[in-house]
């Protein structure tokens, strides 16, 4: 069990809240994880009394937690700790009043603003001016940080003046998968891997986040970001930091983050013939990007390929080859790490040679696989054949495999713990956009428009082309 705590959440009607948030929090009560004077207050503008909003979280509940996981008796315990407050945090000081009285002293105290970012200046200041937090309170932010380098400054600025680093948790909520702390684990936890980490021994990397959905409902907010905001700048390059980063002293937050930090600073400028975007089509009737976004002129990239390069001595001459999009083939997101060749061989069968490669699962099916060169069994001779060494965690673990918490859950029980090791320190968040900005702005001043690809395809038909032209392939998405 966690410690007790009071954690007010701003924005809890949201889509958010009520997708991951509250049905999270539930599920780690259900576990036991969290304890009996704990308190959960819901926060945001509508017009609720505490039973209105509980009546909100039962229906998330009902809506976004399995059925074996539903227990009504748990469900209404859980409900009595909930609380809710009726906020307008631009404006009036009633809502802020009634705040104060609920928040109790010598319980761990957390705030999440899960709200626009735009909000994040009010509710910093409101917490402040109203004595309601103090030098051990937390608080939790949502991406997006920032949607470039002025404004994530702006932002961290802004959060500092308020805060101090120690107390701010941004959520990537890609830190949260159990396969992406699990990375940690295989690196430095075995002797096997490390030895062959680097550009020696490991030909290129590739990072795939292939999503089925499209933009939908959302095409407005969408259409300012596009995927390399939403996705790149945040989610594929955390990836990418763990699977580069040179071993840090310790797991500990500090030195897990100046190790990433280091990473992200080595990234190179990607010229524009290393990038490709795309827009998903039209078909059979459904719409396409350009309609989602209701903006036929629009040039915000629903698919984007990237090939970037880390300058240091561990991966010089390593390319990572990052790809992630809406509305493609299958909803599969993994990280490919592909070795080279052994430098002599001894076999005849060159033609049954592959190379080894270890792909790490982030969804579906978490797990880890590795693909290793065998004797095809039989009297036909020495002929070789690939097998995967498989470790799917479902299999390998039981029940608790299978059982894997999800992202949310973890995190919000990591700032309750008061761990930041899966949380982007202000430094790391503005070394990406820093990296990420001139990429934005080439494409923008050149006037590219993103190539058409079929929704149900592996993107656009130039994004193969990134990868041909070196003598490699994608992996399929499936
Ligand atoms: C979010 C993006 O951060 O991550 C979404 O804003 C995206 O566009 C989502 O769909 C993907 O998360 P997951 O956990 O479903 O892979």
């Avoid at 049905?23 to 959960?40: D, F, K, V």
């Avoid at 002599?344 to 978490?366: K, T, Y």
Wanted: charge should be negative; proline fraction near 5%; charged fraction near 25%.
């Amino acid at each position: 069990p966690v410690e007790v705590f009071d954690l007010v959440i701003f924005g809890a009607t949201g889509d958010l809240a009520r997708r991951k948030i509250l049905p999270g929090l539930y599920r780690r009560y259900l576990a036991g994880q969290i304890t009996g004077e704990s308190r959960i207050i819901g926060a945001a503008r509508t017009d609720l009394d505490a039973e209105g909003f509980r009546q909100l979280v039962r229906d998330a509940i009902a809506e976004f937690v399995a059925a074996d996981k539903r227990d009504t008796a748990v469900i209404e315990d859980f409900l009595s700790h909930l609380d809710y407050v009726s906020i307008d945090a631009a404006k009036g000081d009633q809502g802020w009043k009634s705040l104060k009285a609920m928040i109790r002293q010598g319980v761990v105290q957390a705030f999440y603003f899960s709200v626009a970012p735009s909000l994040f200046g009010d509710l910093a200041e409101k917490l402040h001016d109203h004595g309601i937090a103090h030098s051990e309170s937390r608080i939790v932010v949502e991406k997006p940080f920032g949607r470039d380098l002025a404004s994530a400054q702006a932002l961290n600025a802004m959060l500092a003046s308020h805060f101090e680093e120690r107390q701010i948790y941004r959520i990537d909520h890609y830190l949260g998968k159990e396969t992406v702390q699990n990375l940690m684990a295989v690196r430095f936890a075995n002797i096997l891997f490390e030895p062959l980490w680097n550009s020696q021994f490991i030909d290129h990397v590739q990072i795939t986040v292939g999503e089925t959905v499209g933009v939908e409902g959302r095409g407005a907010y969408y259409d300012k970001s596009g995927a390399m905001r939403d996705m790149v700048q945040n989610h594929l390059m955390q990836l990418l930091c763990l699977i580069a980063m040179e071993p840090p002293y310790h797991f500990d937050p500090n030195a897990v983050r100046d190790e990433k930090l280091k990473v992200i600073r080595a990234l190179q400028p990607v010229p524009a013939e290393d990038i490709v975007r795309g827009q998903y089509l039209p078909m059979n009737g459904a719409p396409g990007y350009l309609e989602d976004c209701e903006d036929p002129e629009s040039k915000t990239e629903s698919y984007i390929a990237l090939k970037v390069h880390v300058a240091n001595w561990r991966w010089k001459g390593t390319p990572f080859y990052l790809r992630t999009g809406k509305k493609l083939r299958a909803r599969a997101s993994e990280i490919a790490i592909t070795f080279k060749e052994p430098p002599h061989s001894i076999f005849d069968d060159a033609a049954g040679w592959r190379e080894n490669v270890l792909v790490i699962r982030l969804q579906p099916n978490e797990g880890m696989n590795l693909k290793v060169m065998i004797k095809e069994p039989g009297p036909g001779g020495m002929r070789l054949t690939q097998v995967p060494l498989d470790m799917s965690f479902a299999d390998a673990l039981g029940a608790e495999g299978a059982d894997i918490p999800d992202a949310y859950e973890r995190l919000i029980m990591d700032v309750i713990r008061g761990n930041q090791t899966l949380f982007m320190r202000g430094d790391e968040v503005e070394a990406a956009w820093a990296w990420t900005d001139p990429i934005i702005k080439g494409w923008e001043a050149r006037g590219d428009r993103p190539h058409g690809y079929d929704p149900g395809s592996s993107g656009p038909e130039d994004a193969l082309m990134l990868m041909h032209r070196d003598g490699r392939r994608w992996r399929e998405i499936k």
